[in-house]
Antibody, heavy 119, light 111 residues
């Protein structure tokens, strides 16, 4: 069974760093693109970027280029989303999803990680 | 401001047919497939339609997708109370080295 299990909720202060994770199981981790999606409180979905764990090819959406870092560790089947200096506006739910396991689309999603940034 | 434009809300009564539009440009919908996702309150998005009009197994045939030029639509027939959710269109955008884009989302209310 394909599963994407994301790390737990985080409460951080502005300026702090953070790395959240998305662990894949039940499929070949290196063979499918993983995407990250932001959903700010009460707002819509926004693509942040995607990574192909097989070769770490990473593409960022223009709005998020330089704002976050997406990475993956093949040895533990885990993708990451990282901030070096959080802002209050980073408060959001973050989802990971894989593309193409059953259908040519982002067809399996993690449960989401809530990040709260507040002083 | 989302790259793909959706109406913020739609509504219908049980049994009715509702359509949700998604407008884009030549660099996204005009040259790539459209996908639709359903997000129930407090849950992760769920794939509803892929490649413009294909339904994953388990998605009722009440849901259908179409595309024409730089616009796409999601139609829901035989509306049910459990269809009340947020609906998002998505597509690959060829501009700026390529990236995925979503519509702003449409909140569907079943009256």
């Amino acid at each position: 069974e394909v599963q994407l299990v994301q790390s737990g909720a985080e409460v951080k202060k502005p300026g702090e760093s953070l790395k959240i994770s998305c662990k894949g199981s039940g499929y070949s981790f290196t063979s499918y693109w993983i995407g990250w999606v932001r959903q700010m409180p009460g707002k819509g979905l926004e693509w942040m970027g995607i990574i192909y764990p097989g070769d770490s090819d990473t593409r960022y959406s223009p709005s998020f280029q330089g704002q976050v870092t997406i990475s993956a560790d093949k040895s533990i089947s885990t993708a990451y989303l990282q901030w070096s200096s959080l802002k209050a506006s980073d408060t959001a739910m973050y989802y990971c999803a894989i593309r193409g396991y059953s259908y040519p689309a982002f067809d399996y999603w993690g449960q989401g990680t809530l990040v709260t940034v507040s002083s | 401001q989302s790259v793909l434009t959706q109406p913020p809300s739609a509504s219908g009564t049980p049994g009715q047919r509702v359509t949700i539009s998604c407008s884009g440009s030549s660099s996204n919908i005009g040259s790539n497939y459209v996908y639709w996702y359903q997000q129930l309150p407090g849950t992760a998005p769920k794939l509803l339609i892929y490649r413009n009009n294909q339904r994953p197994s388990g998605v009722p045939d009440r849901f259908s997708g179409s595309k024409s030029g730089t616009s796409a639509s999601l139609a829901i027939s035989g509306l049910r109370s459990e269809d009340e959710a947020d609906y998002y269109c998505a597509a690959w955008d060829d501009s700026l080295s390529g990236h995925w884009v979503f519509g702003g989302g449409t909140k569907l209310t079943v009256l």
